[in-house]
């Protein structure tokens, strides 16, 4: 039972992008949109030559900014406060979820590759502001993205979260291998399941629906 398993959780890790709200949202279409631009802007390549960097240095380095950062010595705070100032009025409040969270034993932090006060805005617009104890972001694991092992380290360190009574919700399975490894129980959400094989064995759980899934946890 789902419930069973995690009956041992008292810290609740979530990421932000396409976990706390639906993919469908496609926040992620203007992000990319704004991040094509800025590379085009800061390294003076064309529109096809910028989405390549940004597609490559996501699949090579966990995100496109660890890999402007390493290949360019790119500044990021600037980059974070661009490529996140976004329009989020489509985002739908989510009152279940709210619950759900609001109700769940123990510390709850959000952990995400993008910024802290990005995160702040989307957890505002959906209406789940004020359920958690942290909200940390690449700035606080010295910009090392996930799935760092490292990176993992520092976050957890600031936050208190003990691996062993842990569980990370994450829409990424990339981001999960360490959580795993780690001993924290690991939920992969998303709208399809990955094909269950020896590269998803890190991966205990897979959900659709993160409020419904709360519920069978309580």
């Known amino acids: 039972m789902v419930k069973k398993a995690f009956s041992h959780v008292r810290h609740w890790v979530f990421d932000l992008d396409n976990t706390l709200y639906h993919p469908s949202a496609r926040l992620f279409d203007q992000i990319e ?11 003076g ?8 960097l940004r597609s490559s240095y996501w699949r090579d380095h966990g995100t496109t900014l660890a890999g402007l950062m390493r290949e360019h010595k790119m500044d990021p705070l600037p980059y974070l406060e661009a490529v996140h100032d976004i329009s989020m009025d489509h985002l739908p409040k989510d009152p279940d979820l709210a619950t759900c969270i609001k109700a769940l034993p123990g510390k709850r932090i ?7 006060p990005y995160a702040k805005r989307v957890l505002a617009a959906r209406g789940l502001d004020g359920l958690f104890d942290g909200i940390y972001g690449v700035e606080h694991a010295e910009f090392r993205p ?11 360190d600031k936050a208190g979260i003990h691996a062993e009574t842990a569980a990370m919700f994450e829409d990424d399975p990339r981001n999960l291998t360490a959580p795993y490894a780690m001993g924290m129980r690991t939920v992969h959400v998303a709208p399809e399941a990955l094909e269950c094989d020896t590269e998803t064995r890190h991966i205990h ?3 659709d629906d993160l409020a419904g899934f709360l519920a069978k946890v309580l």
């Not at 959000?110 to 802290?116: D, H, L």
């Not at 996930?146 to 957890?156: G, I, N, S, T, W």
């Open 45 to 52: 390549v064309d529109q096809a030559e910028a989405d390549h």
């Open 205 to 207: 759980h897979h959900t």
């Open 146 to 156: 996930k799935p760092e092992r490292a990176a993992f380290d520092m976050v957890f």
């Open 33 to 43: 949109v704004k991040m094509t631009n800025y590379v085009m802007a800061e390294l």
């Open 110 to 116: 959000v952990y995400t590759n993008g910024s802290a």
